[in-house]
T-cell receptor, first 113, second 114 residues
Framework: AQTVTQSQPEMSVQEAETVTLSCTYDTSENNYYLFWYKQPPSRQMILVIRQEAYKQQNATENRFSVNFQKAAKSFSLKISDSQLGDTAMYFCAFMEYGNKLVFGAGTILRVKS | GAGVSQSPRYKVAKRGQDVALRCDPISGHVSLFWYQQALGQGPEFLTYFQNEAQLDKSGLPSDRFFAERPEGSVSTLKIQRTQQEDSAVYLC????????????FGPGTRLTVL
């Protein structure tokens, strides 16, 4: 069974600074997708960024980028120029081709002014 | 267009009561997923539909949990004889295509069993 581990229960960062959230996963599959989701206190889960395992190039979405290390099964999220609105719970998730998402336990990120 | 909607947003049930949670996916989305999220934890998969077919129900914790999507759009998650450990937020998600499509989540239903 696939597992996703987020080793940082909580993180804090000053506004405008950069922060990196860690994620590791375990799978025997070769083709899969990895995601970072954001869940603000309102609880609506929002996709932040997606990485397809067969792509070598790390995904980027504006201030958000990932460091995908397939051999190490590592998938970290870097948030640059942190904003107060980035305060939320962040979940790393794994999806093998087909269906369900397997989530990590989450990292609470607090952006301080 | 509207996103995924869920109702009710909050539900309080006495232990032993039956509850029904509704999910309206984004129009035209083929795949629909139910997840259970305990307080302070990540969501856990319950079940998955492709159109009206329930393709995976491996995550349903007991036979008290039942889900349906009879016409391939709206889905209902039913919990019979609720117990305190059923207290959680129940999230519904839909995606346009099977497999690599982004899953769009609803706001969830917070179920509290007293």
């Amino acid at each position: 069974a696939q597992t996703v581990t987020q080793s940082q229960p909580e993180m804090s960062v000053q506004e405008a600074e950069t922060v990196t959230l860690s994620c590791t996963y375990d799978t025997s599959e070769n083709n899969y997708y990895l995601f970072w989701y954001k869940q603000p206190p309102s609880r609506q889960m929002i996709l932040v960024i997606r990485q397809e395992a067969y792509k070598q190039q790390n995904a980027t979405e504006n201030r958000f980028s990932v460091n995908f290390q397939k051999a190490a099964k590592s998938f970290s999220l870097k948030i640059s120029d942190s904003q107060l609105g980035d305060t939320a719970m962040y979940f790393c998730a794994f999806m093998e081709y087909g269906n369900k998402l397997v989530f990590g336990a989450g990292t609470i990120l607090r952006v301080k002014s | 267009g509207a996103g995924v909607s869920q109702s009710p947003r909050y539900k309080v049930a006495k232990r032993g009561q039956d509850v029904a949670l509704r999910c309206d996916p984004i129009s035209g989305h083929v795949s629909l997923f139910w997840y259970q999220q305990a307080l302070g934890q990540g969501p856990e998969f319950l079940t998955y539909f492709q159109n009206e077919a329930q393709l995976d129900k491996s995550g349903l914790p007991s036979d008290r949990f039942f889900a349906e999507r009879p016409e391939g759009s709206v889905s209902t998650l039913k919990i019979q004889r609720t117990q305190q450990e059923d207290s959680a937020v129940y999230l519904c998600a839909s995606s346009l295509v099977q497999g690599k499509g982004e899953q769009f989540f609803g706001p969830g239903t917070r179920l509290t069993v007293l």
